[in-house]
């Protein structure tokens, strides 16, 4: 075994499993994961307070605020800092940007949510969170997480299209194609059967072949 397989491996959440839970002191007072239960939940790392990369994302989510409450969705942000450190640079990106952020934002200084949710990635740091996104269903859920380097800025509107894309799927039992945006054509789910592709073609759906139709659905 290397020095570096005896290194314990960060632990990982599983896709349509339920999410982590957590009780922790945020700059809005204490929320724990049953707080979002009803409503979909952004939980989203990022590696440190007064980070230029970051202050950009924190915009970007405060400005789109509006977009995912209309669409029954929660911010929580998380970073191994202190409230302390948190609050302070809150108050400096409305000081420097004139934005306020309306959401929450985690005190991890354990490490105990960011660990849990394998924020913490050795490749990239020992000590500080990457940018790691997780989408967290009303049933409290963990249905979609998204991964960047530290490096790069994480795009806010391609998390609100996949909160939308996953909502539409859920509510019409559809798939929803590369790129779709809502009022675009959606996947109907493959047949399942050999008698059921033999009559996909006279379903109704726009036709490519057996296991590739689409369909409008209403607004």
Sequence with gaps: MSKDDSQPQPAM???NAP?????VRTTAGRRSLSDY???????????ADFT?????????????YDEFQALNCDLLGLSID????????????KENFGVEIPFP???????????????IQPGASDTSAVRATFLIDPEGMLRAMVYYPMSNG????????????????????VATPEGWQ???????????????????????YEYTDWYFCKKEIAA
């Excluded at 999410?19 to 009780?23: G, K, L, R, T, V």
């Excluded at 399942?192 to 592709?197: H, K, L, M, R, S």
Aim: aromatic residues 8%; negative net charge; proline residues 9%.
């Design 82 to 93: 202190s409230r302390f450190a948190h609050l302070a640079w809150l108050r400096s990106i």
């Design 52 to 64: 230029p990369v970051c202050t950009t994302e924190f915009i970007a989510f405060a400005r789109a």
């Design 154 to 173: 994480r795009s806010v509107p391609e998390l609100l299209r996949l909160l939308e894309a996953m909502q539409t799927s859920d509510v019409h039992g």
């Design 37 to 47: 239960r009803g409503r979909w939940l952004v939980l989203f790392s990022h590696p």
């Design 105 to 119: 934002i985690i005190e991890d200084l354990s490490m105990t949510v960011a660990q849990a949710y394998g924020m």
């Design 182 to 204: 809502p009022g675009d054509k959606v996947i109907v789910p493959p047949p399942q059967t050999a008698e059921e592709a033999e009559a996909r073609r006279q379903d109704g």
């Design 13 to 15: 959440p599983q896709l």
């Design 19 to 23: 999410a982590p839970a957590f009780e």
